[in-house]
């Protein structure tokens, strides 16, 4: 498995965690982002998740490289969700291992930051009166 994924099906949490675990990691740090019913005061019924595959996998990959190479930490990775998701999905999931705490949290920190701020991925709210906005990753409005 690539350390960045899309995936247009529920993220096995489980099997990734099993991924990051080493004899020499002594913290595992994750990060697990829902859809939730509310954004920006409005009441949000589904989202979609839409991205430009070839160029979100590189740059997911490239984030993680880095990650490897800024924190002392031994794997990363990451699986975001594509196409409809329902409230309470589990939108995205980033984890890291490492001998120590410190850099397992920092380097989660940066990956998720770097993943919302970088990667062509765009969501479309689908809101409870009726209608709906696109979003970058980073929660701002798409331009028309």
Do not use: T
Not at 31 to 36: A, D, M, P, Q, S
Not at 78 to 84: I, L, N, S
Not at 98 to 109: L, M, N, P, T, V
Not at 112 to 135: C, M, Q, T
């Amino acid at each position: 498995m690539s350390a960045f994924c899309l995936a247009d099906c529920p993220i096995d949490v489980a099997r990734l965690g099993r991924e990051l675990a080493s004899r020499s990691a002594g913290a595992c740090v994750s990060f697990e982002g829902w859809v939730r019913d509310r954004n920006a005061g409005k009441a949000v019924l589904r989202l979609a998740y839409q991205a430009y595959p070839a160029l979100a996998l590189a740059e997911g990959e490239r984030i993680l490289v880095h990650a490897r190479e800024r924190f002392a930490i031994e794997h990363a990775l990451c699986v975001h969700r594509v196409g409809e998701l329902e409230i309470g999905d589990l939108a995205v999931w980033v984890g890291v291992s490492a001998a120590h705490r410190d850099a397992a949290f920092a380097a989660c920190r940066h990956v998720i930051d770097e993943i919302k701020a970088h990667v062509p991925i765009w969501k479309n709210e689908f809101y409870r009166d009726g209608a709906s906005g696109w979003l970058h990753p980073d929660g701002s409005p798409v331009s028309a």
